[in-house]
């Protein structure tokens, strides 16, 4: 088998609130190999975004092992995390996050710029623009998009730089099933086709149908498989 693209080992994240201690992850493990599509379910407080911010360099963990593509995120400086979130991480989340004085275009431009790339887009990019459904959409602003199209715009954005992986938390969780759909059929061809790593946290048993195993959490820890 090949090298795993993420391992994370012994995994605990306690938030302090106060004099609080909030135990969020409890050791957790977890191994993703290149090309996987996963999906994360687990009720609320489980610990799924908890475990998808730190994999995207967006929060430090307490104590463990987390590695992307070789790179130990626990012994990187604040300045190595930000270019790994901008370069290896493509973060998709439930409220798209897009810009909305920006248009489609601009916000995937932004995202671009801040992961090092400047020139032309590449043609593979703009093929995929087609795939997605939006190429004739990327002049308007966030508001004049639909639920779904926005979506799919986010999912350009998070793509833009070729992440090693995308973290989609959510992805359909503001959307109609129609909308739902197309999101997870694009998310299903991205992976299949073009072999991204995906890791979606979801909700619904079945968008976590669409990945090739499910990773149930509770409490802080992974205590399931299938
Ligand atoms: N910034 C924070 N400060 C303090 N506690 C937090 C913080 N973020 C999360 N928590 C707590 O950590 C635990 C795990 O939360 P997390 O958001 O990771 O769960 P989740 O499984 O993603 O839940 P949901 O499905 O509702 O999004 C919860 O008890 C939550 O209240």
């Not at 463990?64 to 991480?89: M, P, Q, Y």
Request: glycine fraction near 10%; aromatic fraction near 4%.
């Amino acid at each position: 088998m090949a090298d795993p693209i993420i391992r994370v080992k012994d995994l605990k994240k306690i938030y302090r609130v106060g004099e609080i201690e909030v135990p969020a992850l409890r050791g957790v493990s977890l191994d993703i190999q290149p090309g996987e599509f996963v999906s994360v379910v687990g009720p609320s407080g489980s610990g799924k975004s908890t475990l998808f911010h730190i994999l995207g360099g967006l929060a430090s963990p307490t104590s463990g092992l987390v590695k992307i593509d070789g790179e130990d995120l626990s012994a990187i400086t604040d300045r190595e995390r930000t270019r790994l979130r901008r370069t290896k991480v493509g973060f998709v989340f439930q409220r798209y996050n897009l810009l909305p004085t920006l248009t489609a275009m601009g916000n995937i431009e932004m995202a671009r710029y801040f992961g090092g790339n400047t020139g032309p887009l590449e043609q593979s990019f703009i093929d995929l623009l087609k795939t997605l459904g939006i190429h004739s959409r990327l002049h308007h602003k966030p508001r004049a998009l639909s639920g779904g199209e926005q979506q799919r715009v986010a999912i350009a954005r998070a793509l833009v730089n070729h992440p090693t992986i995308l973290l989609a938390d959510e992805p359909t969780g503001n959307l109609d099933t129609e909308n739902s759909v197309k999101v997870l059929d694009v998310l299903r061809d991205l992976n299949s086709r073009l072999g991204q790593t995906i890791l979606m946290i979801t909700h619904n048993p079945e968008a976590a149908a669409y990945g090739h195993r499910t990773v149930l959490m509770r409490d802080g820890r992974i205590v399931g498989e299938n």
